[in-house]
């Protein structure tokens, strides 16, 4: 099949969904993430969200085929999707339109019962939706949807379903998409059944709560994808590798606090989607304030700190950035391009020369020799940065060391601001490092090296860059606050 136009163009007739998760404003993004140029259709308007549903107005129906009719007299339609019917008249309205304009690829999900419970058909329709199967060339039923549709009850196992499915392709001859969401267990298979063939599409199931509109969003993909594919099972087998991702990422959209939506374009980050530093310096908000507050922070600050305390940090520290300079390595192994290479293994060399030597001279200066082991917390931070760098991939690994870089900066740059002139600060030479606009323009470096990383990886990696990084600012706090209960151990 083929298109004139640069475009798929796709008609989704459905109802709506005003929290945007199902019906066709998931039919819409669904179209969106699949190239397509989408047009929708409204058969009812339901007031609804995460929870449920509220409400249900269906229009009358002379003012739905007044809406197909403006778009099927000025725009040729490649593929239509049907989802929400709601009433017997909708329906043959619906019915009566397809035999008049017949779009190249029909798609149909008998919605029947929306996730969280509620009707949408009326009893009484059934038999109306039965008749639309006739005329779909794909009909996308659940389990129990399927078992309606044959008059039969709802299969108890994933055989007696495909067995249904089968019953159903031969006697309206349709394609039918049998979907196993429904199903108990682990997997969460569909099937692509016609009369004489079962294409089974495995999937994991994703332990989530963001199922609301996965069925509409499915078929809405299968529609986009049909008209460029050669056959159901190829544009099925996308829609559903898709679909799975979708799932998983649907729950950091944060919206709602029923059963959420999936987000339609996690395959696309870069569309509108915030930078990665962004929403991590959100995240941590509760942890930077936590940071100013620590007694050691503030006795840096105003030069209060008791030298011992001080002494007993840095030769933590210095422990703690023989490893991390390691972590920097790795991360400059695993760099895309050169810049990011030469960054991260400068940073690892500055790690062992400058932060070392500022260690070295001042505790040299102090005549202090600090040689006792590392301490639970330095020990805790450096096995979570070696375990990133061991088992992540590069994004993570940026990830996990970008608070040293981030955090130090901004503390640094607050605490010289409160520090007021360093000349005769007792901890001027720490602070002047850290408070350092080159420092400043290194961490601002390795947060956009983040950002590039984030860009280039889907949903699943951004959430664990997302952990990485909360986790290693979870052990800078902890790092600053062990110095109290270390400082009689020397
Ligand atoms: N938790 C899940 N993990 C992965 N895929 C799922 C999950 N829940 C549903 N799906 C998939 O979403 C699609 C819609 O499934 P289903 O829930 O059966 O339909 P409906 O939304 O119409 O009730 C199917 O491809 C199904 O396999
Ligand atoms: C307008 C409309 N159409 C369909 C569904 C079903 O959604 P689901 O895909 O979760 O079964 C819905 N909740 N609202």
Redesign the pocket.
Known sequence: MSCAGSRVRVLSV????PTG????H?DLKSFAAHGAYGMAVVT?L?A?NTHG?RAVHVPDVAFLRAQLDAVSDDVTVDAVKI??VGTRAVADEVAAWLAHTRPPVVVL?P?M????GDR?LDADAQDAVRRLVAQADLVTP?LPELGVLLGEGTAATWADAVRQARRLATAADVTVLLKGGHLPGDASPDAVVDATTVTELDAVRVSTTS???????LSAAVAALRPRRPDWVTAVREAKEWLTGAIAAGEALGVGSG?GPVDHLHHAPALGARPFSADAWDRVADLRAACDDLPFVRGLADGSLPVEEFEQYLHQDALYLAQYSRVLARASQLAPDGVAQVFFAQGAARCLDVETLLHAERLARAGTRWSGPASAATTAYVDHVLAVAATGSYAEVVAAVLPCYWLYADIGARILVRAGDLAGHPYGDWVGTYGDPAFAAASARACDLADAAAREVGAATRARMLAAFVTSCRHEVAFFDQVRALAPSR
């Open positions: 459905a109802g709506t969904d998760g199902a019906g066709i998931a009812a339901v609804q549903v989802g929400m999900d919605v019962v929306a996730t969280s949408l659940n199922t609301h509109g996965t069925g509409c969003s059963r």
